[in-house]
T-cell receptor, first 118, second 114 residues
Framework: SAVISQKPSRDICQRGTSLTIQCQVD?????MFWYRQQPGQSLTLIAT?????????ESGFVIDKFPISRPNLTFSTLTVSNMSPEDSSIYLC???????????????FGQGTRLTVV | DAKTTQPNSMESNEEEPVHLPCNHS???????IHWYRQLPSQGPEYVIH???SNVNNRMASLAIAEDRKSSTLILHRATLRDAAVYYC???????????????FGTGTRLTIIP
């Protein structure tokens, strides 16, 4: 199983500023995912980040607002840019163990970053 | 993506079995049924998955209907630690690049009564 460390665990930020969230995995993984969970809501995928290629963003999310870096197989960052109070959410990093098709593939999640924009 | 339907909330007494239902009437032949749960203030964690046959692991059991249009997650003896939101998710075994994502529904919020 993969162990994921996210930093920071929480932050309170001023509107108009940017916050970079780090995701560190204890093993090499091909696929990393970033999710957003708005207060009281379910998880929504922001983007998929694979090492060596640009992130793939879901509908409603754009690179200018949520730039992602994936410099190696154990690390990724998500930046929330030009923040507004509507960006107040929990942001979660997730990884898959392998891209190989396997019925035993499961996803692992970080503890999340609780962001409050004031 | 095939969708799932779950009750918004359920309650159960501590130390009693809990049956969490999930309907997935549009499931395809290659969809696996996965369950994740999210404990308070934590990220989701994998619980169990199955394709056609019932499955058991140390956390729970998964009972899958013969027509696969519904399934039930069974917690055999609920504890306070099992209070969480439980998500039933369909996942195509024929994973292609760009299609590996997990799509979370609203899930069932399980409350355990001491």
């Amino acid at each position: 199983s993969a162990v994921i460390s996210q930093k920071p665990s929480r932050d309170i930020c001023q509107r108009g500023t940017s916050l970079t969230i780090q995701c560190q995995v204890d093993s090499q993984v091909t696929m990393m995912f970033w999710y957003r969970q708005q207060p009281g809501q379910s998880l929504t995928l922001i983007a998929t980040a694979n090492q060596g290629s640009e992130a793939t963003y879901e509908s409603g999310f754009v690179i200018d607002k949520f730039p992602i870096s994936r410099p190696n197989l154990t690390f990724s960052t998500l930046t929330v840019s030009n923040m507004s109070p509507e960006d107040s959410s929990i942001y979660l990093c997730s990884v898959e163990e392998s891209r190989v098709v396997s019925p035993n593939t499961e996803a692992f999640f970080g503890q999340g970053t609780r962001l409050t924009v004031v | 993506d095939a969708k799932t339907t779950q009750p918004n909330s359920m309650e159960s007494n501590e130390e009693e079995p809990v049956h969490l239902p999930c309907n997935h009437s549009t499931i395809s032949g290659t969809d696996y049924i996965h369950w994740y749960r999210q404990l308070p203030s934590q990220g989701p964690e994998y619980v169990i998955h199955g394709l056609t046959s019932n499955v058991n692991n140390r956390m729970a059991s998964l009972a899958i209907a013969e027509d696969r249009k519904s399934s039930t997650l069974i917690l055999h003896r609920a504890t306070l630690r099992d209070a969480a939101v439980y998500y039933c998710i369909l996942r195509d075994v024929l994973l292609n690049f760009g299609n590996e994502k997990l799509t979370f529904g609203t899930g069932t919020r399980l409350t355990i009564i001491p």
